[in-house]
């Protein structure tokens, strides 16, 4: 039986959160060590997945009234009052079937509850589609709020949210 220990980031996981963000870049954004710090200290919930040793999976959230310059942040800012937006979580595909992403969620959904927040907030692309994360986010009770296009018109996301 595979363990799977879901506990806080630390620095010594940097390099490998990095890497993991680098394989699905084209479904979350850019991210190098400089910028993962930056997101580190504005993120109210920052972890890791860790199997067999090795970090498999993380997710990065920010709650409301963080200083966080994001098109898709300020969107739900302009919407929601409590909620936690999750900024990028990303499963190393060499881990999947093993439900990582969804207990990480679980355990979001926890905290959420548990900090008294209404929403967990989310987005994923539609152009260029991202159905398993549609498929995903659809298991969790998440629904569309609206739409937005971005980096210069090349992608457009469902704005998505969950009630905690």
């Known amino acids: 039986m595979t363990e799977i220990i879901i506990r806080d980031a630390r620095e010594a996981d ?5 890497e993991l963000n680098a394989m699905e870049v084209q479904q979350t954004s850019s991210m190098d060590r400089q910028r993962l710090i930056e997101l580190a200290q504005l993120a109210s919930y920052h972890k890791v997945a860790i199997v067999n040793g090795r970090v498999a ?19 739900f800012a302009m919407r929601l009052r409590e909620f936690i937006y999750v900024d990028r979580i990303v499963v190393d595909s060499a881990f999947s079937g093993l439900k990582i992403g969804s207990r990480i969620y679980a355990e979001l959904f926890d905290f959420a509850r548990v900090h008294g927040m209404s929403y967990i907030a989310c987005e994923y692309n539609i152009q260029p589609p991202n159905p398993a994360s549609k498929k995903f986010h659809d298991k969790f009770g998440f629904q569309e709020l609206g739409t937005q296009w971005l980096a210069n018109g090349t992608k457009e996301v469902s704005l998505q949210a969950a009630k905690v």
């Open 57 to 75: 999976a993380f997710i990065l959230a920010m709650k409301e009234n963080v200083p966080y310059q994001n098109d898709n942040y300020a969107w």
């Open 14 to 18: 940097f390099a490998r959160i990095v």
